[in-house]
């Protein structure tokens, strides 16, 4: 009975087949190559949606500049021709309607980059998983634009 518990112990300890084990390591292997294959797919696909998303957050930031430099060309050409009618300048209607229309169409221009820029923005930050991104106001920097400081006078 001793011999038979020996014998037993012994060939449950060498009863190994080589060919079942080597085919699930194979298995297994191509199942970690396929993984890493596929994550480094996703990897890609996430770094290609970010830069997406960044360049159409870059291009809308430039559109918001461009519509302020038409928006402040627009106020001028607007005010030019208020300060020559002011000035008793012969000026009739239909000479002041133009530039009306262009201020008003280059402010509504100007405040849907506004809009698009700030969207581009949130769809940013959700691609790179923030709920939101550091600098989300005022917008971008516009060179020719006035600066504006903050008033220190009491209310």
């Known amino acids: 009975s001793r011999r038979q518990r020996q014998m037993c112990i012994r060939d449950r300890r060498w009863n190994i087949d080589f060919t079942t084990t080597y085919g699930s390591y194979k298995e297994t292997q191509q199942l970690q190559q396929k993984t890493q294959a596929q994550r480094r797919q996703a990897l890609g696909a996430i770094e290609l949606e970010v830069r997406k998303l960044w360049l159409e957050a870059d291009q809308s930031s430039k ?19 208020g300060l020559g009618a002011q ?30 820029y700030k969207v581009a923005r ?27 400081e903050p008033s220190t006078e009491n209310p």
Not at 87 to 93: A, R
């Open 63 to 81: 559109k918001v500049v461009i519509t302020r430099r038409r928006l402040l060309a627009a106020r001028r050409w607007r005010d030019q021709i």
């Open 87 to 116: 000035n008793g300048g012969n000026t009739n209607l239909s000479e002041a309607i133009e530039p009306l229309k262009a201020f008003y169409e280059a402010k509504v221009l100007h405040l849907q980059s506004i809009y698009d």
């Open 122 to 148: 949130s769809a940013l930050a959700v691609g790179v998983g923030t709920l939101a991104l550091e600098r989300a106001e005022p917008g971008p920097a516009d060179p020719d634009a006035p600066s504006v």
